[in-house]
T-cell receptor
Framework: GEDVEQSLFLSVREGDSSVINCTYT??????LYWYKQEPGAGLQLLTY?????DMKQDQRLTVLLNKKDKHLSLRIADTQTGDSAIYFC???????????FGKGTTLSVSS | NAGVTQTPKFQVLKTGQSMTLQCAQD?????MSWYRQDPGMGLRLIHY???????DQGEVPNGYNVSRSTTEDFPLRLLSAAPSQTSVYFC???????????FGSGTQLSVL
């Protein structure tokens, strides 16, 4: 079935780069998404990439998409303590009726 | 801009009680959905709607009902609450299915 998988935890030091990885099974989506959830809050769109792109850069964020391997990654440069949150990747299901989310990667940033 | 508004933010129910979680959006979005978030399980889709009068089941629909009488509102009803329904519930909307979802701030529900 359709699935999106992520590693569950990542711990980095302030100032380092963070890389969060995601794999997905359905490859018919127009876009793939990264969402951020801070404690006690809903999910907010962080960035997204069009499925015919390999890379998208947005300030400290770099999204890489490898369609052949169905692999998506999010790199956060110069990670700050305010980046501590849960990060979800999301892909549309094959029917295009919903977004399927990974279980989320908890990023912990220590100073 | 209000975006997606969910009420209540917190709720405690006893087993067997019924209640309705409210969701409203002011972005004129056709698509609305309900997810539940549980530790270690990520977000799972309960029900969704592609427009007024149209609803369909998601991954975990049992024990929940929805209706969509207007574009703005998409309430989620728990008919007879069970402890397994203890969770955080998120409503989300988008201009159409598969597009960027905008989320409400969530309802934390405990069923005792």
């Amino acid at each position: 079935g359709e699935d999106v998988e992520q590693s569950l935890f990542l711990s980095v030091r302030e100032g380092d780069s963070s890389v969060i990885n995601c794999t997905y099974t359905d490859s018919s989506s127009t876009y793939l998404y990264w969402y951020k959830q801070e404690p006690g809050a809903g999910l907010q769109l962080l960035t997204y990439i069009f499925s015919n792109m390999d890379m998208k850069q947005d300030q400290r964020l770099t999204v890489l998409l490898n369609k052949k391997d169905k692999h998506l990654s999010l790199r956060i440069a110069d990670t700050q303590t305010g980046d501590s949150a849960i990060y979800f990747c999301a892909d549309a299901n094959q029917a295009g009726t919903a977004l399927i989310f990974g279980k989320g990667t908890t990023l912990s940033v220590s100073s | 801009n209000a975006g997606v508004t969910q009420t209540p933010k917190f709720q405690v129910l006893k087993t067997g009680q019924s209640m309705t979680l409210q969701c409203a959006q002011d972005m004129n979005h056709e698509y609305m959905s309900w997810y539940r978030q549980d530790p270690g399980m990520g977000l799972r889709l309960i029900h969704y709607s592609v427009g007024a009068g149209i609803t369909d089941q998601g991954e975990v629909p049992n024990g929940y009902n929805v209706s969509r009488s207007t574009t703005e509102d998409f309430p989620l009803r728990l008919l007879s609450a069970a402890p397994s329904q203890t969770s955080v519930y998120f409503c989300a909307s988008s201009s159409r299915a598969g597009d960027v979802l905008f989320f409400g701030s969530g309802t934390q529900l405990s069923v005792l």
